[in-house]
């Protein structure tokens, strides 16, 4: 370019005419390429955020341990904060559990671990961030057992002797190993059933302290219980009365459990009864013995009775002489 030519380009009066010089065109041309910048952007201008909490799941294709071999339990997190973009319409119809927030430990070895988690963001959308980004867990050996059913009903009334079945008498805890060794019992949920009566109960998995196992799937999740007994029985409760022991022995001590039974009988016996009487070997020591219990022919004793007995010899068989506890 020659210098004529650059002066001309700082004429302000040059610059202006060539503004001016087919002006209609040029405004025609900007208007078309504002239109096509507004239309192909129109999709991401129309775009919107969302978050949502996104359960986590875990991915596991270890191999030679078989299938359902190990479990993953105690993850921290267990969900992630999601946030995705797309348009309102397509954010509006997803929800958390449509999301995929996968943590693959597939070779991890079995214990704690902390590991990514990946999002798949769904067809329509865009993933924007997550929070966290990594979780915790512990890898552990799938177990599972096999334990008697424990039945757990309401305490009968004392004139009612209600019998159950439980169906079926037996279930599997299935879980972390470390978790399922903690469970004791496999207890059924306390029921209230009125006779012939039947009921579907949860089963409950039981530590040593009676509290509750979390973290573990029963098989079946719950159980059938039926009482089987029609109706209300001729039940007496009766305190137990013992022997006494023999001239030369003495009881320091004697504490019979229960201290009171139930009889069951025909109406007009039980009547007449307000004892049971109950006969035990009495020798020097301390010790637990069984009680034998005589009622009349027509009537049985419910429960078992034991003693605990502290004898000793007397030093004296004059009457009145020693102290202690004696039967009646």
Do not use: C
Request: no cysteine; charged share 20%; proline share 9%.
């Amino acid at each position: 370019m020659t210098g004529g030519q650059l002066g001309r380009w700082a004429n302000p009066r040059y610059l202006w005419r060539r503004f001016l010089h087919n002006l209609p065109a040029k405004l025609l041309a900007l208007a078309v390429a504002v239109t096509l910048w507004f239309v192909a952007t129109a999709d991401r201008r129309a775009n919107v955020e969302q978050g949502y909490d996104v359960p986590v799941t875990v991915s596991d294709t270890t191999g030679g341990r078989g299938v359902g071999t190990r479990t993953v339990s105690g993850l921290s997190p267990a969900t992630v904060r999601v946030i995705l973009s797309g348009r309102p319409e397509r954010l509006r119809e997803l929800s958390g559990d449509a999301i995929d927030a996968v943590v693959d430990v597939t070779g991890v070895p079995e214990g704690s671990f902390t590991r990514p988690v990946t999002v798949q963001a769904p067809t329509g959308t865009v993933l924007r961030r997550q929070t966290p980004e990594r979780v915790q867990g512990f890898v552990d050996t799938l177990l599972t057992r096999t334990l008697p059913v424990t039945l757990s009903v309401a305490a009968p009334s004392e004139t009612s002797v209600p019998r159950y079945a439980v169906t079926p008498g037996e279930a599997s805890v299935s879980g972390p190993g470390r978790v399922v060794t903690t469970v004791r019992r496999l207890v059924s949920s306390p029921l209230s059933l009125a006779p012939g009566e039947d009921h579907e109960a949860p089963l409950i998995a039981l530590n040593d302290q009676g509290a509750p196992v979390q973290g573990v799937i029963t098989r079946p999740a719950t159980v059938t219980v039926r009482r089987l007994d029609t109706g209300e029985l001729p039940v007496k409760t009766l305190p137990v009365v013992l022997n006494r022991p023999p001239a030369a022995l003495r009881v320091v001590s004697a504490s019979v459990q229960p201290s009171s039974v139930r009889v069951v009988a025909a109406p007009e016996l039980l009547a007449n009864l307000r004892e049971v009487p109950g006969t035990v070997t009495y020798h020097e020591g301390t010790y637990t013995a069984p009680v034998t219990l005589r009622v009349p022919a027509g009537a049985q004793v419910l429960e078992r009775v034991n003693v605990r007995l502290t004898v000793e010899r007397r030093t004296s068989l004059a009457p009145g002489t020693g102290s202690g506890t004696e039967p009646r």
